[in-house]
């Protein structure tokens, strides 16, 4: 298995290390996702969703392909220090 895949693998399982703020906006009518650690790379909300499920749904969709970009790109995750 390359070695690309095998780190996007191992910093998929450390998601518990980002956060997600989920808050419902009445001027949307949606949840709005916020990805805190994301905030300098990422326009906020992240996504969104019709419901509080959908929208943790989407917000873990968001993190799963930041992450993945990140990595194919050679840049450190947010909660990585830069060598």
Same mark, same amino acid.
């Given at each position: /298995?390359? %070695?690309?895949? %095998?780190?996007?693998?191992? !910093? +998929?399982?450390?998601?518990?290390?980002? #956060?997600?703020?989920?808050?419902? #906006?009445?001027? !949307?009518?949606?949840?709005? $996702?916020? +990805?805190?650690?994301?905030?300098? %790379? $990422?326009? /906020?909300?992240?996504?969104?969703? #019709?419901?509080? #499920?959908?929208? $943790?749904?989407?917000?873990?969709?968001?993190?799963?392909? +930041? /992450?993945?970009?990140?990595?194919? !790109?050679?840049?450190?995750?947010?909660?990585?220090? %830069?060598?």
């Amino acid at each position: /298995m390359p %070695r690309k895949i %095998r780190q996007l693998k191992a !910093d +998929l399982q450390k998601q518990e290390h980002n #956060s997600m703020l989920i808050e419902w #906006s009445e001027e !949307d009518q949606a949840y709005l $996702v916020t +990805l805190p650690e994301w905030a300098e %790379r $990422v326009i /906020m909300p992240a996504t969104q969703g #019709s419901t509080y #499920s959908e929208a $943790v749904q989407h917000g873990q969709e968001a993190l799963e392909l +930041l /992450m993945h970009n990140a990595i194919q !790109d050679g840049e450190p995750l947010p909660h990585q220090k %830069r060598t």
